[in-house]
C-alpha cells in the first residue's frame, strides 16, 4: 500500500476496533478494500479481534465469506498459541520460584486472558517477566539451564546488560516461546537517543498481585499496567508498536477501574504526563468517550501531535527498523545542517549497539562485515519517502514529548 492508501485503509481499520459511532458511515465496497484492511490487520495482530467483533455482531458489515474464514482461522490460531505461551508461563514461573525467584508478568500475559473476554482476541509474540535486577541474571541461567537457547546475539554479555540495559538477550524455551527477562520495565534514563522516564521498577514490583486462583503469576497493578502501556508506546516506541495498543487500553479500563486524578498526579510526578495525555487523547479519538480518561489531564496534546502518533500507530512494521535512524539523522541534518547529519550517519555507523555477542560468547560478525551490511541498509532508508515521512513523525511527537518532561 502507498503512503496515503495505508493512512486511509488504517483509519478503516480503527473504525472497525473503535467505538460504534465511527461504523454508522463506514462503507467497505469491494474484495480489494477487505483484503487491505485485513492485510493491514495482519501486520499489526488484529484479526482475532476483529473475528470476535463480528461474531458478537459488534461490526455489522457484510464481510466476504472467504476474508470471514481468514479470520476465523486467525483466531483459532491464536487461541492455540496462547494456550501454549500461558503453560510455558507457569511452568516458568514455578521453575524460578523453586530456584528463590520472583519476577512480575507484564503486558499481553495478564491483558489477554484477564482484560480481553477471550484470550484468542489478544495475540501474543513474547512473554515479558519483570525481576528485581539482583534477581535478573540468575533467571536467565536457570532457564538457560533448563533448555531455553539464547536465539540471537547480544550488544553485550548477558552479566555486562544488568546495569545498562532494559533486558537480557530473548529466550526460547524448549517448545519456542520467547521469553525476555527484564531488569528494567523500560529503557533506562541515558540509554536512548532521547530522555526517558525515571525508573519505577521497585513500584512495580512491591505494588504486583496475583491474578485468578491456580495462577502462580503475579502482574502489575492496573494503574501501572496503563501507565507501562502509555509509556512502552509514547516514550519507548515513538509509537511504532501499531493500534493493538489502543484495544489494551480499552479492555483494561473496562476491567478495572482507574482512579484517574491519581493516575494524573502520578503521571506528573513521574515525568510521564505528556506521553500519556498523547496515548489517551490518540485512545479518545477513536475508541471511547464516556470514560473521562483526559478529565484531570494537566496537558491538551495538539491535533498535529495526535496525527503524527496516529500515522507512526499504522506505518509499515517493516519499515520499523529503519525509523530511529532515519529519524535520527534527519533531526540532526535540521538541526545542525548536513555535517550535523553526516556525523550522526557515522556515530549510528561505528557499532556501539550492534549484536556482536553470540550465545556462544563469539564475535558473531566482524565489524568490516557488519559496517558493510548497516551502510548499503541506511542509504536504502533514506531513499525511502514513506519512511522519510515517517521519520518527521517521530520528530514530531519526540517535540512535543521533550517540552518540559523530566
Known sequence: MARLDRLKIGRMLLRLIG???????????????WFDILAM???????????????????????????REQLRIAHRESALRNLAFRS??????ELMASEGLSGVTLK????????????????????DLLMPA?????????????????????????????ETAKHLPPLISPSGVEFEIHMHAWEPPGSMEWGMPPLLDARILNHAGPGEAGDP?????PQHMLMHLCIHAA??????????????????????????????RDAEEGGWSRGAALVLRLYWMWMRTDIQVLSACPHIAPIEAVHSAEALMLQDPLQRRNLGVTASVLGASEADGLGGGLQRVGQRLRGKHRARIAPDGESSENFANWFLRRSKET????????????????????????????
Open 19 to 33: 467505538r460504534p459511532q465511527h461504523r454508522k458511515h463506514l462503507r467497505i465496497e469491494s474484495d480489494s478494500q
Open 41 to 67: 490487520a495482519g501486520e499489526h495482530r488484529l484479526m482475532p479481534l476483529l473475528h470476535a467483533r463480528i461474531e458478537r455482531g459488534e461490526i455489522d458489515l457484510p464481510v466476504p465469506p472467504h476474508h
Open 88 to 93: 510455558e508461563l507457569y511452568s516458568a514461573t
Open 108 to 127: 499481553g500475559g495478564w491483558l489477554a486472558w484477564y482484560a480481553y473476554p477471550a484470550a484468542a482476541e489478544r495475540p501474543m509474540r513474547d512473554i
Open 134 to 162: 539482583e534477581q535478573a541474571l540468575d533467571a536467565f541461567n536457570v532457564l538457560r539451564a533448563n533448555g531455553y537457547q539464547q536465539s540471537e546475539a547480544s550488544a553485550k554479555s548477558p552479566a555486562a546488560m544488568i
Open 217 to 221: 503469576c503475579l502482574y502489575p497493578k
Open 235 to 264: 516514550y519507548s516506541h515513538r509509537f511504532d508498536i501499531g493500534p493493538l495498543l489502543l484495544a489494551d487500553i480499552d479492555f483494561l479500563i473496562h476491567r478495572e477501574t482507574i482512579d484517574w486524578k491519581s493516575f494524573w
Open 379 to 406: 542509504l536504502s532508508a533514506f531513499g525511502n519517502k514513506e519512511l522519510r515521512g515517517a521519520a518527521r513523525h517521530h520528530t514530531a511527537v519526540g517535540r512535543w514529548l521533550e517540552q518540559g518532561e523530566a
